[in-house]
């Protein structure tokens, strides 16, 4: 049996060479998934886990389609595993300890997406015989992250997914995430079953949507009876996986349809804030790229918010659960962002601000939070929004569907940086990033990599496995290296420690004269030592994303290294809520590979707090200089995001420790990953701006009756929810007295260790 171990100081940068080179802005294929990449997040330094929703994947364990995997960073492969619930659509987030929680989903369905062969009262999929998921509409999955140091034929090392042991009190579909301070987990809202947005048209009952919308929230662990969120009604329709952000004060920024609030997760309460200009939304499914900037000392880590892309598509275009009302894949995705610091330090009102447009329109873009402090947008299309259908109120049948079920076109293969500290004007760039041959629309993902490389996966806007589609599933991962992937010698510090305090003292890491070149002080003076945390990430989204820079002064020695003096995380747990974090040192814009380290106590609970670090004053010497190779890589010349490029990179590390402080004993008894199998190859995307032909798009599909359902078949019906009407089926296309938006007018129990063996009843 696996046993608990503590946390490990892994120093990865200083325990072996880098071995092979990168191309700086090149995207590579980086291995198969076997499952499409729906939901990632980053276990530990060796280990990505990724989730898809139930579907007919190739890949078998235990006699049935796999959704779910583990990515390994070293080699590229994957292993499957086994999950028990259909994760479709879930939310997700990190625990104090280092642990990650998923929640929600949709009920059980099988082959085409029909509802599992074993209903519940409510009509919907409780179980399906061929696909073996049973409903995850409630369902809170947790997973310890292992390295190969573990034994993963331990249960230790599998998800536990038993929703008669823990679960939510309300079903959730597309709900939104959020830690708290004290590292309890918010969710919020959400589908109760499924559909294309959350509202009925004529749209009645804006609250329940007669027993398939969720408007409460609950916690995890739980603080008692899930309650009503006014703006969850007020912005009805469009609040699906609606962007969450915790403030400094405590309150959090939430954000869904064009309406914006500061909501007291203690009092309930709510406090408008302005709307979004342009009535552009960028919530699901109009999926606009959305990130946190970067929390440093300069901006007294002040919490800002920049939004970017999604759509204004109107009101009446949106249509309701069954489909768009519009043909989606015509309409321009927006480029526009602005940036809202919701808490300014000098107690003005907030307000948003127009920032610079982004290269092109996009939706589903994705905000990466790199350590260079700038902001990379990947993935996305230049028209449509996420989701798929069938069927749109101007395209009835669905051999005119013109992208298969895609309500997206024109997917954008070239990612861009984003330079918060850039003027305004000069903060968007893509001159010498690689451009990827696959489509990435809807269900696609990104995640930061411990050697700052990125992770790009998924993507399949199908409502089962279609290989054969003009955007199919797919399996096929690639990473992008950013510019900084330039660098001929990358830094290694040592002493980089494991576990990170509120305030405290201060603890020193050494960067050795081989990790730089030239003056000491000049690059003692330009490094910086941060935190970052890549989330959970779906949709789109990194819930939980954030990036901060911890306060440091050195002291350069005399034989080219200095000491970094680094102040431990500043004393106020609802900037960077606890959980892990990868700490790097950056020399010259140039980042060190990343150690994994574990912020605040590791339990659900208050977090002590002491005054902010004092550091000792920086020390220079003028003689020192480094050490570090000066040769140049030519494959780029794009430096213009990541402060001094000095030249060509050395690639990947073994990677050492082990991620400890996991929970106690498991309580049940898991399967363990077998059979992996070799799904198709990704679909070949061209590099031309206007997006895929679309000749033969449908009949591409090679789907028969069964599979190839309405979007508004019985798949799609919501659970009946603390109501009794099943007003949902009112819905029709001709939109009549669509709901507005009221603010501005848009036309589970305190023992949440599952592993735990006294855990016995449920979260509610």
Known sequence: MFSSLPWLALGLAATSELASAQQPGSIVQAGNTQVSAMMMFLGNEEKVYILDKTEGNAAQINGHPAWGAVWDFNTHQSQLMSVLTNTFCASG?????????????????????????????????????????????????????????????????QWFDDVSVLSMQKQRWYSAAEALGDGTIAMIGGFVNGGYINRNTPN????????????????????????????????????????????PSGNMLIQANIS???????????????????????????SGAVAMLPLTPANNWTPTVLFCGGTDMPDEYWGNYSFPNYNTWTYPASPDCQRLTPEPQDGSVPVYVQDDNMLEGRTMGQFIALPDGTMLVINGGLNGTAGYAQATGQTPSFDLMPYGESLAAGPVGTPAIYNPNMPSGSR??????????????YHSSAMLLPDASVLIAGSNPNIDVNLSTIYPTTYTAEIFYPPYFS??????????????????????????????????????????VVLSRGGFTTHAMNM???????????????????ILHVAQVPPNANILTPGPCLMFVVVNGIPSNGTMTIVGTGQVETQPTSAASVLPPSVQNSAAQGSGSSQSNSGSSSGSHTGTIIAAVVGAIAVIGILGA?????????????????????????????????GGAATAMGMDD???????????????????????????????SPYKDEYYGRPSGADYDPYHADVVGRSS
């Open 662 to 694: 996991l929970f106690g004993i498991f309580a049940a008894r898991r399967r363990r990953a077998a059979n992996r199998q070799n799904p198709a190859a990704a679909y070949a995307m061209g590099t031309t701006r206007g997006g895929f032909s679309v």
């Open 93 to 157: 987030m990190h625990l104090p300890n280092g642990s990650y929680a998923t929640f929600g989903g949709n009920g059980a369905i099988g082959p085409g997406g029909n509802i599992g062969s074993v209903k519940n009262s409510a009509g919907s999929g409780a179980y399906d015989a061929t696909y073996q998921d049973y409903d995850g509409t409630k369902a809170i999955r947790i997973l310890n992250p292992c390295t190969d140091a573990d034994d993963w034929s331990s249960p230790q090392c």
């Open 204 to 247: 009645t009952d804006p609250e329940y949507e007669g027993g398939a919308a969720e408007p409460t929230y609950e916690f995890y662990p739980s603080r008692g009876p899930a309650t009503v969120m006014q703006f969850m009604i007020t912005t009805s329709g469009l609040n699906s996986y609606a962007h969450t952000y915790l403030m």
């Open 544 to 562: 939980g994303q954030r990036h901060l820079q911890l306060n440091n002064t050195y002291t350069v020695n005399s034989d080219g290294s200095y």
């Open 487 to 528: 660098a001929a010698v990358r830094p290694k510090p040592t002493g980089m420690p494991s576990t990170l305090s509120y305030g405290g003292q201060y603890f020193d890491i050494t960067v050795p004269a081989s990790s730089y070149t030239g003056s000491a002080n000049a690059a003692a003076a330009n490094t910086t």
């Open 706 to 736: 069964d599979r190839a359902r309405h979007s508004n078949s019985s798949a799609f019906v919501p659970l009946q929810q603390d109501n009794s009407s099943m007003a949902w089926n009112a819905s029709n296309v001709s939109l009549q």
């Open 428 to 441: 968007w760039s893509n001159a010498g990033l690689g451009t990827s041959s696959i489509a990435r629309l």
């Open 260 to 286: 914006t609030i500061l909501w007291n997760p203690d009092t309930n309460n709510e406090t408008p804030l302005p709307p979004m200009p342009g009535n552009v939304a960028r919530v699901y499914p109009a």
